[in-house]
């Protein structure tokens, strides 16, 4: 059976793992960077770029160690070549080049957003084409409709911050450090939702779209405020996030026809709340709820080991030529039209 060794690098983990087709992770590792970028309050690519170039090559030594393999017993080296980072994107993409060059295998040069778009068929191997997918990341907030493999159709996305990056934006203002996410999570759960009135954009809205700008910046005027209790401001910015997130893909859903499960995935869908939130909407329509268990959702290797498992596994398989490109941006619906203000998002 075929293995793939998967090598992740877009944004502050590097990460390497070996996936079967049976969808076993036979072994993985994720080093993540946060010491290094937690001064600065953010990921400062040129330290993530050369904190990838130091650890990578050990890392996947020591995968292949973890299993007690050698690159012989490995059938195709799948790396991450976009979006993201674009230093970082390059260290993964030439040391699975070199990998691949060195051991005369394939190279399968991995679109990351689809690394998490098919996550949810690596932790279940129920979850069947098509299917609604909220992508929600540090980069990108989108809902997709995943055809199959290689086949996505972007029906929104954001027009202005992701919604890990409001996350992150919101713990920056709240003093909670770096990553974001997991820190507003928490202050959250002892404060009250209702405590701060804080705005829904593009709530109720015709247009498909994300919007969380003004949501940040009515979360710095509440701080600025100085009278409400921070885990009252964290409570009341994830439940507002939380409406927003329901109310867009209740209207995605709406218009879908004959998809088979609501599934998120993206760094974000490890927030409970979320997940129990649309885990609501999915029983309003009828459909089952996928979310990959909480370590295949935020960004590592065997998401990308996957894909290339996916891509293997098609019938018109092709190796990607060893002089192909790192992308700092690549949609995964190329064809999808381009949305005001949303310049900067792939
Ligand atoms: O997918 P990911 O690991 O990296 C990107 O491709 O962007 O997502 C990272 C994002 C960060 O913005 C982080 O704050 C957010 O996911 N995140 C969370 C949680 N865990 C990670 N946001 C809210 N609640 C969480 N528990
Ligand atoms: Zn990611």
């Known amino acids: 059976m075929a293995v793939v060794l998967g090598i992740e690098s877009s944004c ?13 992770i036979i072994a993985q590792r994720i080093a993540s960077q946060d010491d290094a970028h937690r001064p600065y309050g953010g990921v400062v690519p040129e330290i993530a770029a050369r904190a990838h170039s130091e650890r990578i090559a050990p890392l ?19 790396a991450t070549a976009g979006p993201g980072l674009i230093g970082g994107v390059m260290v993964g ?47 990108h907030c989108q809902v997709l409709r995943v055809e199959g493999v290689g086949q996505y159709r972007r029906l929104a996305t954001t027009i202005d911050d992701a919604l890990g990056e409001a996350f992150d934006k919101t713990a ?21 939702p209702k405590a701060v009135p804080l705005p829904r954009p593009l709530l109720g809205s015709a247009e498909p779209h994300f919007s969380f700008a003004g949501l940040k910046s009515a979360v710095l005027r509440a701080k600025q405020a100085g009278v409400h209790a921070d885990a009252d401001i964290a409570a009341a910015f994830q439940k ?46 009828g459909l089952p709820f996928v979310a990959p268990p909480l370590a295949l959702c935020t960004d590592n290797a065997a998401m990308i080991a ?8 098609l019938g018109n398989f092709a190796p990607d030529p060893l002089d192909i490109a790192a992308r700092p941006r690549w949609p995964l619906d190329p064809e999808a039209a381009p949305v005001r203000g949303a310049g900067v998002k792939a």
């Open 12 to 24: 502050d983990e590097t990460a390497a793992a070996l996936v079967d087709g049976e969808r076993r």
């Open 93 to 139: 993409l030439v040391t699975a080049k070199a990998l691949a060059m060195a051991s005369d295998k394939p190279l399968i040069a991995v679109n990351h957003l689809e690394g998490h778009a098919l996550s949810p068929r690596l932790a279940d191997a129920a979850v069947q084409f098509p299917y609604l997918l909220l992508l929600v990341s540090g980069g």
């Open 60 to 78: 996947v030594a020591a995968v292949l160690d973890d299993a007690g393999m050698t690159l012989a017993d490995v059938d195709a080296i799948a």
């Open 306 to 313: 996957w894909a290339g498992q996916e891509r293997l596994a």
């Open 240 to 285: 507002a996030a939380l409406d927003c997130v329901m109310d867009r893909t209740r209207r995605a859903l709406a218009g879908s026809v004959g998809v088979t499960a609501l599934v998120v995935a993206g760094g974000v869908a490890a927030n409970q709340t979320i997940r129990s939130g649309l885990e609501g909407l999915a029983a309003e329509f």
């Open 172 to 192: 920056k203002i709240l003093g909670l450090g770096f990553p974001g996410g997991p820190a507003v999570e928490r202050l959250a759960r002892e404060g009250n």
